[in-house]
């Protein structure tokens, strides 16, 4: 079917969608007619930007920026693609064997695509019966319900929560701490900072740009990853990466960018690159820290002044303790960065001011704590933190962090949690003796080793025996680490339940599969601006749900029915009265401070301005009194040795930071002489994750052959014959992937990258999507999960640590299979 086929089919029938079944207030009469009807401009918002959108015929035409948004992203292109997708899940389905055997169905079969569509009463009351059957046998302990991910933006239709809210009304179930995307880093900066830095509003651009000699960044690629926000995105922050450019260009301020790869951002300041073997940054920094302290440029008064350690780090430092001074020549062996520009590096930021920006995704490998922990003390001996434009920064890449805040107060959420007062229909807390709460990584090794007892930040977590999970906003089968292991796993579950509007490879493995409709399909309304708070966007309904799908709010509140807990859930409130009622209260909280107009107002204009707000420095408080501010650490002050930590006793974390060798590590490494390869999994330029992953033109401006593109250094490539738009397939002893060559100099000899979020689409040895569910299945997209490690980072965070992978790759020369991945399931008749 072509493109114009498929759009012709699906305006024919998404008329099938069922109503919302709401109250009709007459506010909601006007909206929903007004949706219907107008072919106006209208507001909406997205992870990937804040839009106006027009229909044509109740079809999305066009997609334009919104008014504010000076800096629209190229994902902009995409967003149709998000509705109007082959993946999208039509009807509500139930894995075939599941739906014949319930809780003893042969669960080797999951995966293996086989799927019978049932009515939403049909799925919900299966969905019902299955929490019964495990509160039942298990208690709480035997689900797990508490992933979270990047689940469309909106207060109101927030789809995590509505799952949360709603099963949470059944019975209790074990829960996350921690996330993905910053797991080492919120776990060991609290000890190190006083506070998680990752999530706190960062210095604010406008004094960088004014205060900054040189401006490292490390791990970091903000050009790229600020194309997406967290709330609906409006792209401040890109005007101060022009200006930084601008000023690049005239020499005002240097920026280093010290990454094994030449980045989107490197290449649009066009600033220089500092190339570094692949997570070996920790030597790297001692080598310089080593060489400040040898010039005696360290800031001996700030050292003393503001924190505490250093004199148990020092004798580390210079290899008093172990024998092995940590010189720029010892350095320079394992990071491959000569000992001159070590040297060089040290002097460049010890004269004037510096501001270390890190990225993420250094703390995403083992010992991905100590990255963080050592370039804390590296700012500290520089003697800048709590000044503007100087110190360090653990969230500049990250959603207009950086952009000044508008001081407003932003709209509350549809709560995630039951009311004061509610109690579930299985009121048990009774967790049989293991933890109520694991780290948001670990629960792959929980489903296969319960009962194991893991250290983790401190005390000691016991593995609950997870027979169940649901899912809704997230997709482990794009996140998590290890598709086999996973595949093993989910075995051992009697039941998986997944809301989402695509046939992701989560669905894939499910045994209940809820379509709910995109963010294009309901009414919400969102912050817009991510960190900056600029304002609130009202995000209009643009076509009717989509085939049989509903709203996460609608799915829940049809839940929650079952339950007899409707009122309970909704609190006797449409989606409108919800709308109201956010955006009322908010108005109420800014009362005197920032006007805001009437709902009806707000609701037509589309969106409430706050403007901009005042630079601020990051620690200027601490830096100015820490007695008065202190900081968050038990001391107070910066603890460059953590008695807290040392205490634990941990050989993968101890008191100070360290270098520490990998499992896996390229340029010489550990398992380089089996598997010489580095593959770094970073964040797509063209996606969130796997999210528009599903826009079929759009991916098609980047597939090669179909396939997910592997970025190959040319030496490599050729030395195994492998030209530019070749099929490659990329394996270790984890498991095999097909991928599409793309052959560039932006990466070093021994790196490859594949973009995590491209999705499994595993097929069988006979090269069949039934397949899919064997061991060891090839993926035929290029999901570089299919490779990655399921570790812990250390005891200490124990978070993700995909970054510590190494694989092998060559030429395809095997049966070319198709890709499964977007196809959605096989549907089958019983
Ligand atoms: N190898 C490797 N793996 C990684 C990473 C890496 O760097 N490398 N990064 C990690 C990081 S930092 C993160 S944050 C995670 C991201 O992991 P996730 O947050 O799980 O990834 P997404 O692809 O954004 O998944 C969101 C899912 O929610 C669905 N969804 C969106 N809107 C709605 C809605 O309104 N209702 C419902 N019901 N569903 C909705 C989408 O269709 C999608 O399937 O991945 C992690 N995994
Ligand atoms: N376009 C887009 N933007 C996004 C996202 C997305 O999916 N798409 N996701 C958002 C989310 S959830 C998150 S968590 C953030 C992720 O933010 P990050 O984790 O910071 O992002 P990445 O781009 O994966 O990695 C940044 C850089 O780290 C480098 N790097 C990797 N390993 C090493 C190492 O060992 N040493 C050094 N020096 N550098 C290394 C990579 O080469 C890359 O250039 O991005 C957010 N922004
Ligand atoms: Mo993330």
Known sequence: MNRREFLKGLAATSYIGLSSGSVLTPLNAFATSGSKASDDWLTTGSHFGAFKIKRKNGVIDQVIPFDLDQYPTDMMNGVKGLVYNPSRIRYPMVRL?????????????????????????????????????????????????????WRATGQLHSSTSHMQRAVGMHGNFVKKIGDYSTGAGQTILPYILGSTEVYAQGTSWPLILEQSNTIILWSNDPYKNLQVGWNAETHESFAYLAQLKEKVSQGKIRVISIDPVETKTQKYLECEQLYVNPQTDVALMLGIAHEIVTKKWHDAEFIQGYSLGFEQFLPYLLGESDGLAKTPEWA????????????????????????????????????????????????????????????????????????????????????????????????????????????????????????????????KVTYPDIKMMVFSGNNPWSHHQDRNKMKLAFQKLECVVTIDMNWTATCRFSDIVLPACTTFERNDLDVYGSYANRGILAMHKMVEPLFDSLSDFEIFTRFAKLLGKENEYTRGMSEF??????????????????????????WKDGYVHFGEGQPWTRHADFRTDPEMNPLGTPSGLIEIFSRKIAQYNYDDCPGHPMWMEKTERSHGGPGSDKYP?????????????????ESQQYRETYTVQGREPVYLNPIDAKQRGIKDGDLVRVFNDRGQLLA???????????????????????????????????????????????LTQDLGTSKLAQACSAYTCLVEFEKYQGKIPEVSAFSGPIETLI
């Open 677 to 693: 390869m580095w593959m770094q999994s970073c964040h797509p330029d063209k996606r969130l994750h796997s999210q528009m992953c």
């Open 740 to 786: 599409g060559a793309v052959v560039s100099d932006s990466f070093p000899r021994g790196i490859i990258r594949i973009h995590e979020g491209a999705w499994y689409g595993p097929v069988g040895k006979d090269g069949s999507k039934q397949g899919g569910n064997e061991i060891g299945a090839l993926c035929s997209y290029g999901d570089p999960n299919t």
């Open 332 to 459: 320079s062996q394992i990071s491959g960065v000569s000992p001159d520009i070590i040297r060089d590096l040290a002097k460049v930021m010890t004269q004037g001011r510096t501001q270390i920006m890190m990225g993420w995704c250094i703390q995403r490998q083992q010992h991905g704590e100590q990255p963080y922990w050592m370039a804390a003390v590296l700012a500290t001996m520089i003697g800048q933190i709590g000044l503007p434009g100087g110190g360090i920064s653990y969230g500049h890449h990250y959603s207009s962090i950086g952009v000044p805040s508008s001081g407003a107060a932003a709209p509350g959420a549809f709560p995630r949690n039951l009311d004061e007062g509610q109690k579930p229909l299985f009121d048990s807390n009774d967790f049989k003796g293991a933890s109520n709460t694991i780290p948001v990584a670990r629960w792959v090794d929980a489903i296969l080793e319960p009962g194991k007892t893991i250290d983790a930040n401190g005390a």
């Open 97 to 149: 064997d599941f739906l014949l055997k319930g809780h003893k169905s042969d669960t080797k079969q999951r995966g293996d695509f086989r799927f019978v569509r049932v009515t939403w009463d049909k799925a919900l009351t299966l969905f019902k019966e299955s929490l019964d059957e495990i509160q039942t046998k298990y208690g709480p302990s035997g689900l797990h319900a508490g992933q979270t991910g």
């Open 577 to 602: 009265d919800w709308l109201q009622k956010l955006y009322n209260d908010c108005k109420a909280d800014n009362l005197g401070k920032f006007n805001m107009p009437d709902f009806e107002a707000f």
